[in-house]
Nanobody, 127 residues
Framework: QVQLVESGGRLVQAGGSLTLSCTASGGTFSRYAMGWFRQAPGKEREFVAAISWTGTYTAYADSVKERFTISRDNGKNTVYLQINSLKPEDTAGYYC????????????????????WGQGTQVTVSS
């Protein structure tokens, strides 16, 4: 069983930067594709970014690819999401997810492809 714990969410002013972290326990982290999703109030959870086993491959939602960077440190069982130039519309709960049924190059984009989820960390951007 894999457990994921996110951290780093907070209140930040528009234009600022933030780095979210997600640390995994259990399982073999280096064999999981990892993803970040977000969910704003009243909206569906949406894909933000994904990263393959070793970090060689990444994928981003079009709406964030110029400002968000996903990375991972397999030695620390941690995946990161760096967010620059924050906008009020980035306000959401941010969730990390792990997909254990992937190949080394996979960067899953769909919620249904992930089988482990964290509890989320809240990011609030003030204008």
């Amino acid at each position: 069983q894999v457990q994921l714990v996110e951290s780093g969410g907070r209140l930040v002013q528009a234009g600022g930067s933030l780095t979210l972290s997600c640390t995994a326990s259990g399982g073999t982290f280096s064999r999981y594709a990892m993803g970040w999703f977000r969910q704003a109030p009243g909206k569906e959870r949406e894909f933000v970014a994904a990263i393959s086993w070793t970090g060689t491959y990444t994928a981003y939602a079009d709406s964030v690819k110029e400002r968000f960077t996903i990375s991972r440190d397999n030695g620390k069982n941690t995946v990161y999401l760096q967010i620059n130039s924050l906008k009020p519309e980035d306000t959401a709960g941010y969730y990390c997810a792990a997909d254990s049924s992937t190949t080394y190059y996979s960067v899953p984009r769909r919620n249904s492809q992930y089988n482990y989820w964290g509890q989320g960390t809240q990011v609030t951007v003030s204008s």
